[in-house]
């Protein structure tokens, strides 16, 4: 009788929990496409294709002796001022 209360007592319990489960689970999709279609909007968006633009030529000039010594320089400031 105690063992079946207990049972019947855990089972409720994993029952409610599989239901938590999948209630996150839903949640963590839908924010995932939103996540997925609000980026997609950005980057076809005037700034997001700047943005991308910016990033593409700064990577391409990444060994530039230029950018390399604006780096140096940079990074020795940041690091004097810790």
Same mark, same amino acid.
């Not at 079946?4 to 007592?9: E, T």
């Not at 949640?27 to 997609?40: I, K």
């Given at each position: 009788m105690l063992? +079946? %209360? *207990? $049972?019947?007592?855990?089972? @409720?319990? !994993? /029952?409610?929990?599989?239901?938590?489960?999948?209630?996150? +689970? %839903? *949640? $963590?999709?839908?924010?995932? @496409?939103? !996540? /997925?279609?609000?980026?997609?909007?950005?980057?076809g968006s005037t700034s997001g294709l700047l943005v991308s633009f910016s990033l593409g030529c700064l990577f391409q000039l990444r060994h530039h002796s230029m950018v390399k010594l604006l780096r140096s320089v940079v990074g020795l400031r940041w690091f004097t001022k810790l």
């Open positions: 063992i +079946q %209360k *207990l $049972l019947k007592k855990q089972q @409720l319990n !994993l /029952t409610e929990l599989a239901e938590q489960s999948q209630q996150q +689970q %839903k *949640l $963590l999709l839908a924010s995932n @496409l939103q !996540l /997925t279609q609000s980026v997609r909007a950005f980057m």
